[in-house]
């Protein structure tokens, strides 16, 4: 069973968006890739386990602070490994900011 989300609107950095001017470059998502969105501030990465129309359904691979790319175990309710699904309209491109220490995690 996956895990209910209200994921945010990625906005600006939709990755639908983004392609809406170049479809034919648009990587849909395949089991095994590593799709983002965004949540309370957070960059999650997905990793797909399965599609269904235009959904990834996959575990939560990191959870990453937008500002400093800090790593985090949990966000709110949601944590590592816990089994999402990701309509591909909330897809996000990831903020740039400074690497965070793989291994600083809190």
């Given at each position: 069973?996956?895990?209910?989300?209200?994921w945010d609107d990625p906005g600006s950095a939709s990755v639908l968006r983004y392609y809406a001017d170049h479809p034919q470059?648009?990587?849909e998502p395949h089991v095994g890739s590593i799709i983002s969105a965004r949540l309370r501030g957070f960059t999650v990465r997905v990793r797909v386990d399965a599609r269904v129309e235009d959904t990834s359904i996959g575990e939560v691979?990191?959870?990453?602070a937008a500002d400093n790319g800090r790593r985090k175990q949990s966000v709110g309710d949601?944590?590592?490994?816990?089994i999402v699904r990701l309509p591909d309209d909330y897809r996000a491109m990831e903020p740039r900011h400074p690497e965070a220490d793989d291994d600083e995690r809190d």
């Open positions: 069973m996956h895990k209910h989300v209200e470059d648009y990587p691979m990191a959870l990453i949601l944590q590592l490994g816990d």
